[in-house]
Nanobody, 125 residues
Framework: QVQLVESGGGLVQAGGSLRLSCTAS?????MAWFRQVPGKEREFVAG????????YYADSVKGRFTIFRDTAKNTVYLQMNTLKPEDTAVYYC?????????????????????WGQGTQVTVSS
């Protein structure tokens, strides 16, 4: 069982920065951030291998967002820079315990069994 507690959302102007945090309990193989806006499917943002630290990003956030983990604190972060109004969404932290055989599993919401409560990020223009 994995429990996830998120923090760090809020309101920011376009071009600004925010950092999201997600503290996890329990063993995990990979963690990720997804986001969702009303009426749309949950969208992959970034993922990280917990043991090795390999990172994966959606094309829409490459070069602007950085995912990293602090293994001592059991926490994964999402540093979001140069935010755009289209980044506005509820951001969810996700974790999974299964062995990772293929990197494409990072990108799929159904490859994660555990989810945080979500945190709102609003970027004003």
């Amino acid at each position: 069982q994995v429990q996830l507690v998120e923090s760090g959302g809020g309101l920011v102007q376009a071009g600004g920065s925010l950092r999201l945090s997600c503290t996890a309990s329990g063993r995990r193989s990979k963690m990720a951030w997804f986001r969702q806006v009303p009426g749309k499917e949950r969208e992959f943002v970034a993922g990280v291998s917990w043991s090795v630290g390999s990172t994966y990003y959606a094309d829409s956030v490459k070069g602007r967002f950085t995912i990293f983990r602090d293994t001592a604190k059991n926490t994964v972060y999402l540093q979001m820079n140069t935010l755009k109004p289209e980044d506005t969404a509820v951001y969810y932290c996700a974790a999974d315990q299964r062995v990772i055989y293929r990197t494409n599993t990072y990108y799929r919401a159904n490859e994660y069994d555990y989810w945080g409560q979500g945190t709102q990020v609003t970027v004003s223009s």
